[in-house]
């Protein structure tokens, strides 16, 4: 079945270290997504690309880093910088004839220790 | 510029009622509207979406909602709520066919009581 797969879905982390999570998807998707949710708080956007080797940076990406070698994957990085890292990171994929609707992956929540 | 206001955070019905989680919104172009669905730790889930066709738009779950362009309201309707339907629903606009410019409302959580 075609859909997005974020690894791992729980991750902890001491202080002061990077952290990579994972986003994959076989639906043949040229957008991808990553959003920070906090309890309580609607979506806010990271970092999206709508194409491969090409990333813009969304309202909050201090902090984070992201690649896109390959249209099947869009890995986000939790760097050091980041001074409140522990969410709930979700990634999303759009068809670019699409009318706008993403499909999202089922999460990975980040605690730092 | 475009924004979304969810009027109420939290929502409370009785199994077998009505529900209606309200949705307000501003575009400065003309929008493509979205309900999803979020279960606890899950990802986010497409109920139904507006795009410029008609204004009352059905998606799954018994759920549906209608675009008033008068009043700026894209409010999600369900005759009879089931325990299932016990979630965090997230209104969201964007310019028509213009994924990348998506705003989200804060989000309404409803809870179910049997």
């Known amino acids: 079945d075609g859909g997005i797969t974020q690894s791992p879905k729980y991750l902890f982390r001491k202080e002061g270290q990077n952290v990579t999570l994972s986003c994959e998807q076989n639906l043949n998707h040229d957008a991808m997504y990553w959003y920070r949710q906090d309890p309580g708080q609607g979506l806010r956007l990271i970092y999206y690309s709508q194409i491969v080797n090409d990333f813009q940076k969304g309202d909050i990406a201090e902090g984070y880093s992201v690649s896109r070698e390959k249209k099947e994957s869009f890995p986000l990085t939790v760097t050091s910088a980041q001074k409140n890292p522990t969410a709930f990171y979700l990634c999303?994929?759009?068809?670019?004839?699409?009318?706008?609707?993403?499909?999202f992956g089922e999460g990975s929540r980040l605690t730092v220790l | 510029a475009q924004s979304v206001t969810q009027l109420d955070s939290h929502v409370s019905v009785s199994e077998g009622t009505p529900v209606l989680l309200r949705c307000n919104y501003s575009s400065s172009y003309s929008p493509s509207l979205f309900w999803y669905v979020q279960h606890p730790n899950k990802g986010l889930q497409l109920l139904l979406k507006y795009t410029s066709a008609a204004t009352l738009v059905k998606g799954i779950n018994g759920f549906e909602a209608e675009f008033k362009k008068s009043e700026t309201s894209f409010h999600l309707t369900k005759p009879s709520a089931h325990m299932s339907d016990a979630a965090e629903y997230f209104c969201?606009?964007?310019?028509?066919?213009?994924?990348?410019?998506?705003?989200f409302g804060g989000g309404t959580r409803l809870m179910v009581k049997p």
């Open positions: 999303a994929s759009r068809g670019v004839w699409s009318t706008g609707e993403l499909f």
């Open positions: 969201v606009v964007t310019p028509y066919n213009a994924g990348n410019m998506l705003t």
